[in-house]
């Protein structure tokens, strides 16, 4: 829950889902966001956002942009603006990358357990 996932990928059939079938996992209220404007894609079928909310997941998740404050190549990229769509998901600001970035530390104390993923 609360995870902000942040795509760059700017090529088609791009798409999230759980590796292992048998996993019980339950997603809410989750950010996706392409910064491409690609259509993000769900589960093994490789389906809509709408259609992937119907099978019982995110629930009150939403695909938005997420509004940071810095640039991505930034360390404190991020850093979500006040008016940022994830703040009513509950999202605080995070202290760690899970992809190094040159000048970045990686080894940050993450709170909150929220995640940012950025590929």
């Given at each position: ?103 970045c530390d990686m ?13």
């Amino acid at each position: 829950e609360r995870n902000i996932v942040y795509d760059t990928f700017q090529g088609t059939n791009h798409s999230a889902y759980l590796s292992d079938q048998d996993a019980i996992v339950f997603l809410n209220n989750n950010l996706y966001y392409n910064s491409n404007g690609a259509e993000l894609l769900f589960g093994r079928q490789q389906i809509s956002f709408t259609e992937w909310q119907k099978t019982g997941q995110d629930n009150g998740s939403i695909i938005a942009n997420p509004l940071f404050v810095g640039d991505v190549n930034q360390c404190d990229f991020f850093t979500i603006q006040s008016n940022s769509p994830v703040a009513k998901l509950g999202f605080t600001n995070l202290t760690k990358l899970s992809k190094w970035t040159p000048g970045c530390d990686m080894n940050d104390k993450i709170e909150n357990n929220n995640q940012f993923y950025y590929w």
